[in-house]
T-cell receptor
Framework: AQSVTQPDIHITVSEGASLELRCNYS??????LFWYVQSPGQGLQLLLK??????LVQGIKGFEAEFKRSQSSFNLRKPSVHWSDAAEYFC?????????FGRGTSLIVHP | EAQVTQNPRYLITVTGKKLTVTCSQN?????MSWYRQDPGLGLRQIYY???????DKGDVPEGYKVSRKEKRNFPLILESPSPNQTSLYFC?????????????FGEGSRLTVL
């Protein structure tokens, strides 16, 4: 069965600092991997996705993620966080249209 | 504009009073799904539909019903709501044919059952 673990429930960073959100997955084959962001009061929006090819993928809003098969990880990074990045972030893994979501990581940005 | 529309966005109801949360998408997507979001539990899938008249249970289907009579609509029905169904509900859709796997989400429906 597929599963996703986001070890950090909350992450607090200062504006301008770098960010890394962790995601570990379990999947029987080559996974489809996604990161979604949920801003307060909004639905989820796709940040980026990995299917195959280059293991470093670029997304919207300056985010990137790196697929590491040996570590079963797909961590999300951003070099410099903006206050508007404060949101809930979800990692997802699975088949092309029935993904399993992690429990989410809440990002708090201090000025 | 491509979108998934849910209604109502907010609803307070009482135990046992049947309600329906509507979901409509204008992208001609085959796949539609309902999730509930609860603190500390993330997103859990309730039901999904691969196409018209094809529905299946997700991880937490108890207490819910769905129907898919038209491609664009996928209503979520709570026949006899209970307080443990107080939650934030999301509808999502996806195009199966292009195999990208991207889900498009509605803005959510916050339901409180007293």
């Amino acid at each position: 069965a597929q599963s996703v673990t986001q070890p950090d429930i909350h992450i607090t960073v200062s504006e301008g600092a770098s960010l890394e959100l962790r995601c570990n997955y379990s999947y029987g084959a080559t996974p489809y991997l996604f990161w979604y962001v949920q801003s307060p009061g909004q639905g989820l929006q796709l940040l980026l996705k990995y299917f195959s090819g280059d293991t470093l993928v670029q997304g919207i809003k300056g985010f990137e993620a790196e697929f590491k098969r040996s570590q079963s990880s797909f961590n999300l990074r951003k070099p410099s966080v903006h206050w508007s990045d404060a949101a809930e972030y979800f990692c997802a893994v699975g088949g092309s249209y029935i993904p399993t979501f992690g429990r989410g990581t809440s990002l708090i940005v201090h000025p | 504009e491509a979108q998934v529309t849910q209604n109502p966005r907010y609803l307070i109801t009482v135990t046992g009073k049947k309600l329906t949360v509507t979901c409509s998408q204008n992208m001609n997507h085959e796949y539609m799904s309902w999730y509930r979001q609860d603190p500390g539990l993330g997103l859990r899938q309730i039901y999904y539909s691969m196409n018209v008249e094809v529905t299946d249970k997700g991880d937490v289907p108890e207490g819910y019903k769905v129907s898919r009579k038209e491609k664009r609509n996928f209503p979520l029905i709570l026949e006899s709501p209970s307080p443990n169904q107080t939650s934030l509900y999301f509808c999502a859709s996806s195009l199966v044919g292009d195999n990208t796997g991207e889900l498009f989400f509605g803005e959510g429906s916050r339901l409180t059952v007293l």
